[in-house]
């Protein structure tokens, strides 16, 4: 008897690591939880409940719009962090105030401008302008776990 539970367990085991799979690699959804507050009070970090993010992993990157809010992975001081923020301009848009100029000061081809929702969170106009292939994907909706936890 014993023996029969540890074999279902291990069959719901894999049928959840299958599913899993198959969401993230087929539809291409998967969650990211912040681990900063530069973001809130969109978005809101680890304290003490950090809200979900359900992030689309396959999307157009040249549908992106300002508002949205994206997945990007970031290069700042040497090192490398994943983080969630707005796009603050696109190809074509000008450069907004505040950012290191560029030649023609219209965002080119390829590249976004991020924007942190606070004045805490880092963002383009510390690190510059990213690379449309470090935008890894948009958010499509956000869990907020603190008002589930506290209902």
């Known amino acids: 008897m014993k023996n029969h539970k540890i074999i279902i367990s291990i069959i719901v085991l894999l049928l959840s690591a299958i599913a899993y799979i198959l969401v993230v690699q087929l539809i291409g959804i998967?969650?990211?939880?912040?681990?900063?507050?530069?973001?809130a009070p969109v978005i809101r970090g680890p304290s003490p409940w950090a809200d979900?993010?359900?992030v689309r992993t396959r999307f157009a990157r040249q549908k992106l719009q300002c508002g949205d809010i994206v997945w990007a992975r970031i290069n700042f001081r040497g090192?490398?962090?994943?983080?969630?923020?707005?796009?603050?301009?696109?190809?074509g848009d000008p450069v907004p105030e505040g950012m290191?100029?560029?030649?023609?000061?219209?965002?080119?081809?390829?590249?976004f401008v991020l924007l942190s929702a606070n004045s805490t969170g880092?963002?383009?106009?510390?690190?510059?302008?990213?690379?449309?292939?470090?935008?890894?994907?948009?958010v499509v909706c956000v869990l907020p776990t603190a008002s589930l936890c506290y209902r």
């Open 122 to 138: 880092i963002d383009s106009k510390e690190f510059g302008l990213i690379s449309s292939k470090d935008v890894l994907g948009k």
């Open 100 to 111: 290191p100029l560029h030649d023609n000061c219209r965002v080119p081809e390829g590249f």
């Open 52 to 54: 979900i993010a359900i």
């Open 79 to 91: 090192q490398t962090t994943d983080v969630l923020r707005f796009v603050g301009a696109c190809p």
């Open 30 to 39: 998967t969650l990211f939880i912040p681990s900063s507050n530069s973001m």
